[in-house]
């Protein structure tokens, strides 16, 4: 089963950070991931200035990485995000990344293409 590491950035401006839950899909040539929760067991994920890693398996090869999908859920209360970008390094060795800069408000979906 392919595994992509998943590394994300946070701002470093005042509430950057979050407490909600980010969900992330990857979206390739031959096909789409599950939604994978991006949290790791006793850690505060998404603080300010933070970058962070996760470990991606999915069930089949997804081809080469066309977009990526970044969802926010309420976790306590609604929470703004300043998501900087995210890098995804592939199964072979490749590096992908995906800017944003710019506050996740909400509860919804934000598509990221490689930049």
């Known amino acids: 089963m392919p595994s992509y590491t998943v590394t994300v950035a946070t701002g470093s401006q005042w509430f950057a950070g979050t407490d909600d839950y980010v969900y992330l899909t990857l979206q390739g ?13 006793f850690y505060n994920d998404f603080e300010r200035g ?10 089949e090869d997804l081809g ?7 969802e926010k859920r309420k976790y306590w209360y609604q929470d703004d995000w300043y998501l900087k970008y995210i890098t995804v390094k592939t199964p072979v060795g490749d590096y992908l990344e995906f800017p944003c800069y710019r506050w996740i408000t909400d509860e919804k979906e934000v598509v990221l293409r490689d930049g």
């Not at 040539?29 to 067991?41: M, V």
């Not at 080469?64 to 970044?70: A, D, F």
Request: aromatic share 4%; glycine share 4%; hydrophobic share 35%.
């Open 50 to 59: 933070a970058v962070d890693s996760y470990d991606v398996t999915v069930e």
């Open 29 to 41: 040539t031959s096909g789409c991931s599950e939604r994978h929760l991006l949290d790791k067991p």
């Open 64 to 70: 080469e990485i066309q977009l990526i999908k970044i």
